[in-house]
């Protein structure tokens, strides 16, 4: 007998999502720069967090909130979005009946989304342990444990993996294995299985030692910015021993305190030769701005002991926040 074939939505691209926005009254054009200039087209290209993002920009006119917050929302809306029957057709195996509740499944995916990227294993094989290849996650890989929800605590078993990886977070790669549908989808929710962890641990886990001092798995970058907005001690870690890595995050959304500390180690840096401008390839310096940088700028701008290449560093901060003074 033929199985009935499951059949995947590919994602959305611009002229969907133009499409969308005009049927709903929204000037697409004015739509789709919100996107951009959030980076929030990993939400976009899916149906269910596409409107997370209309409903933003209906409510302010713009996709605002951070992008840290705007992923947040829609990889919350994503692990709500479950289908029971494909459920069943993925587990294939005869267990009993078990309800797994939006939250249990949101841990699971966050324990998920960690032991990927801590790993580096995106492919998660859900066949036999025996039949998978080298470098995939496996069942017995993410089940087992105790997982703290709220007051209680629960165990993870094969029910709750199943369950977890059936939802909108994750696409297919090949038969029986999937992955996250978006790397930005596991960053978010890593951060946030690992926000809870002491600063010890989290160092051990994302940074390294050499010559240079301690600094965070260049392939870890990207989680470490997620986790720094939710862990403020990582943050002040961050600023004093790899500042660069916070250019990443959604600063903008930081207290004046935390940005004035980060241009200062960003500008210090530079000076000591262990920061270079522009070290991203992209402008990023925009989110900096608060009440105190002109006079926190022209220190470095005008000084007369200041290297060419840090007061170039300083003008760039001061373009980048339209610093008309």
């Not at 993002?53 to 990889?75: I, M, T």
């Not at 025996?130 to 996650?137: F, N, R, T």
């Not at 940005?259 to 992209?282: I, P, Q, W």
Request: aromatic share 6%; glycine share 8%; hydrophobic share 40%.
């Amino acid at each position: 007998r033929i199985e009935q074939p499951i059949h995947e939505l590919c994602p959305l691209c611009e002229s969907d999502v133009r499409m969308a926005a005009d049927r709903c009254g929204i000037d697409s054009q004015l739509f789709l720069k919100s996107i951009r200039k959030e980076d929030a087209e990993g939400l976009a290209a899916r149906p269910v967090t596409l409107f997370v993002l209309k409903e933003a920009f209906k409510k302010s006119g713009g996709c605002q909130g951070g992008v840290r917050e705007l992923y947040r929302l829609g990889c919350t809306r994503l692990v709500d979005d479950w289908d029971p029957r494909r459920f069943e057709s993925m587990r294939k195996a005869s267990h009993p009946a078990q309800h797994v509740g939006s939250a249990e499944r949101h841990k699971v995916a966050c324990r998920i989304a960690a032991v990927s990227l801590l790993t580096g294993r995106s492919i998660i094989f859900m066949g036999p342990s025996s039949q998978a290849a080298e470098g995939e996650l496996t069942l017995s890989d993410l089940v087992g444990g105790p997982e703290p929800l709220g007051h209680n605590v629960f165990e993870v078993t094969e029910h709750h993996v199943f369950s977890a990886l059936e939802t909108a977070l994750f696409s297919a790669r090949g038969l029986n294995r999937v992955g996250f549908a978006h790397k930005t989808f596991a960053e978010c929710m890593a951060a946030q299985y690992l926000t809870q962890m002491p600063l010890g641990q989290i160092r051990s886990l994302l940074c390294q030692r050499d010559g240079a001092g301690e600094h965070v798995v260049p392939q870890l970058a990207e989680l470490a910015a997620w986790l720094a907005v939710e862990n403020a001690a990582f943050m002040r870690f961050l600023i004093e021993h790899d500042p660069v890595v916070l250019l990443r995050s959604d600063v903008e959304m930081a207290e004046d305190t935390v940005k004035f500390n980060l241009t200062e180690a960003l500008l210090e840096g530079s000076r000591r030769g262990t920061v270079f401008d522009n070290v991203l390839g992209v402008r990023a310096y925009s989110g900096l701005r608060h009440d105190r940088l002109p006079d926190q700028l022209l220190r470095y701008i005008t000084g007369p002991d200041i290297d060419p290449l840090t007061k170039r560093m300083a003008l760039d901060i001061a373009s980048d926040c339209l610093l008309s003074e």
